[in-house]
Nanobody, 121 residues
Framework: QVQLVESGGGLVQAGGSLRLSCAAS????????MGWYRQVPGKQRELVAV???????NLADSVKGRCTISRDNAKNTVYLQMNSLKPEDTADYFC???????????????WGQGTQVTVSS
């Protein structure tokens, strides 16, 4: 199985920065895409950013110009650098990965437990 562990959430003032990290561990043969979603209670989970194994990225319009996603393939870790944070960025942030477990021939989607980001005005 594959486990994802996030870190880096917290409370920050508007205009501040946070860096989220997510490390994948377990019986991993390969990892395809990794990324971040966020969710506010009562609303649907929404994509924030995704990065492929080759480094291609896609960011939600709401965070373009303020956030950067990157990954370290050697460490199976994905990062989300968030700058110029706004109160509307407040949410639970979930890491996800599309990975192929060792001994299998198919990819599966995995989710982290989530890390809370609160931006005060």
């Amino acid at each position: 199985q594959v486990q994802l562990v996030e870190s880096g959430g917290g409370l920050v003032q508007a205009g501040g920065s946070l860096r989220l990290s997510c490390a994948a561990s377990g019986s991993i043969a390969s990892i395809n895409a990794m990324g971040w979603y966020r969710q506010v209670p009562g609303k649907q989970r929404e994509l924030v950013a995704v990065i492929t194994s080759g480094g291609g990225t896609n960011l939600a319009d709401s965070v373009k110009g303020r956030c950067t996603i990157s990954r370290d393939n050697a460490k199976n870790t994905v990062y989300l650098q968030m700058n110029s944070l706004k109160p509307e960025d407040t949410a639970d942030y979930f890491c996800y990965a599309v990975a192929r477990p060792t001994g299998t021939t198919w990819n599966q989607a995995y989710w982290g437990q989530g890390t809370q980001v609160t931006v005060s005005s």
